[in-house]
């Protein structure tokens, strides 16, 4: 533990040993063993190893005397103790530290806005308070272990620019950074807390559509007078946005647009004319971040406008079932008909028998 200091942080380094605490004497202690009591203490990397009881001298046993750490060590008690040195210990000699503790970053956006069209660069700024010795800074993206972007510190730089060139819609996201500084050896390195989050989007997925009609038109066609409608969807909604579907017909544009309520709306369209005739593009507009944004063109859907015929199919339907009826009649007529009169008419035998 660490007593008498301004914080928890910084203080009069003591030890427990048998239920009792002890100070450390500060022969041979240096920011090797002080760094190990900070880490141990989670309180980052040793500011300062401080001699002479600077925190005042402590009271009971001196437990430990002329500590050899290497930096490594999980906890001070592991460090190695030379047992036979000369100089003689009291608790005016008692050891302290002083922590310094790795503080949160702060990123930001070098960009005016937050949304971003594929293809842009997007700058960050990661930068945390000076007097840490800033080995490099790392930029996340939330759900991503590894960096996406790692930027090296110069000395006492305490600010790095990092940049994401030619943004795609996949690192749409959430992102921070950490920084990492050097332990009391090279190859110690220890990593900040995370940084505030900052939120970026990627421009807007291509909508994608469909249409219904009746299933007397053939594929891509509709029979002209009957109604049909034509659905748009987005995987992505965005508060505040629309679909816009156009019709490219030979003789110009048409535009229709419907607040986006929901990630699909639906175009009705009452009684199919000629001029409903052409190819038919979903599209996604919205305003972010003070900028509009509008989503590339769904693939073209071809519609044809058929003439309605004079007799559909159920009703031809009909009228061979009824023909072939009256037809079956009839011949069922003619044959009892012919049965009747040759019952009647006598035969050539019964005219000689009855002469």
């Not at 490219?248 to 929901?262: C, F």
């Not at 944004?293 to 769904?298: D, G, K, L, T, W």
């Not at 406008?305 to 011949?331: C, E, H, K, Q």
Request: proline share 6%; aromatic share 8%.
């Amino acid at each position: 533990r660490l007593v008498d200091g301004e914080s928890k942080c910084s203080g009069r380094v003591e030890v427990l040993r048998h239920n009792h605490w002890g100070t450390v004497c500060d022969h041979g202690w240096d920011l090797r063993e002080a760094d190990v009591v900070c880490l141990e203490l989670a309180c980052g990397l040793a500011e300062s190893a401080l001699h002479g009881a600077a925190f005042g001298t402590g009271r009971g046993e001196i437990w430990l005397r002329h500590v050899q750490c290497t930096g490594h060590e999980s906890s001070l008690t592991r460090c190695a103790v030379i047992l036979h040195s000369h100089p003689h210990c009291t608790h005016e000699n008692d050891a302290g530290v002083k922590c310094s503790t790795l503080f949160m970053p702060i990123l930001s956006l070098l960009s005016p806005h937050t949304v971003f069209s594929s293809g842009e660069a997007v700058r960050f700024s990661c930068s945390v308070l000076p007097g840490h010795h800033i080995r490099d800074f790392h930029l996340y993206k939330h759900g991503v272990t590894t960096p996406v972007v790692t930027q090296r510190a110069e000395m006492s730089q305490s600010r790095v620019e990092m940049t994401l060139p030619n943004i795609e819609t996949f690192q749409q996201g959430s992102y921070s950074c950490r920084y990492r500084v050097s332990g009391s050896s090279p190859s110690q390195l220890l990593s900040s807390p995370p940084s505030n989050s900052v939120n970026i989007t990627v421009e807007l997925l291509t909508p994608q559509h469909w249409y219904n009609t009746s299933s007397e038109a053939p594929a891509g066609s509709v029979i002209k007078g009957h109604s049909f409608n034509i659905t748009c969807f987005t995987p992505q909604p965005y508060p505040g946005g629309s679909f816009q579907l156009r019709l490219i017909r030979p003789n110009g544009t048409v535009r229709q647009s419907l607040p986006a309520l929901s990630p699909s709306v639906t175009f009705t369209f009452a009684g199919a004319q000629s001029s409903n005739e052409g190819y038919y593009y979903c599209l996604y507009r919205v305003q972010l971040g003070g900028r509009t944004f509008v989503s590339r063109e769904s693939q073209a859907l071809p519609i044809s406008i058929r003439p309605d015929p004079v007799l559909s199919p159920v009703m031809i339907s009909w009228l061979v079932s009824g023909l072939t009826f009256v037809v079956a009649v009839v011949i069922i007529i003619v044959v009892a008909k012919m049965l009747c009169n040759k019952e009647r008419k006598p035969s050539e035998l019964e005219r000689e028998t009855r002469s």
